[in-house]
């Protein structure tokens, strides 16, 4: 269920983006804010509504819904959970047979060498 959402809110975006796309721009806008614009078309009469405009209103609030929708799916499958759950096992030693030095040193009957000092 939730991939099939996902796929249609990819849909809706692209039907979302060409609808923004291929509407006619109508001047002013941010542009109109400087002066250089008349406040008549930022403030007042109403623009006519095209089926581009009707598409973009529909298209932009079900991508807001399966949005929400999808975001809410998301975080109730997702039980919470630690990072130390997911330890690897303890490594195992690589070497299992001791050191030759080891050996010598664990033989009975002999006495360890003297150690030296540094300035030795």
Do not use: C, H
Request: net charge negative; proline share 9%; aromatic share 4%.
């Amino acid at each position: 269920m939730y991939t099939l959402l996902l796929v249609v809110l990819i849909l809706d975006a692209i039907a979302l983006a060409i609808a923004v796309l291929l509407q006619a721009g109508q001047g002013g806008g941010l542009a109109a804010l400087g002066g250089s614009g008349g406040t008549d078309s930022f403030v007042g009469g109403r623009q006519a509504v095209t089926i581009l405009t009707k598409l973009t209103w529909w298209t932009g609030g079900i991508f807001l819904g399966l949005a929400l929708l999808l975001s809410i799916m998301s975080s109730q499958q997702v039980a919470p959970s630690s990072v130390l759950d997911n330890q690897p096992a303890a490594p195992t030693p690589v070497q299992t047979v001791p050191l030759p030095l080891e050996q010598e040193q664990a033989a009975p009957g002999q006495t360890p060498p003297p150690e030296q000092g540094p300035g030795n």
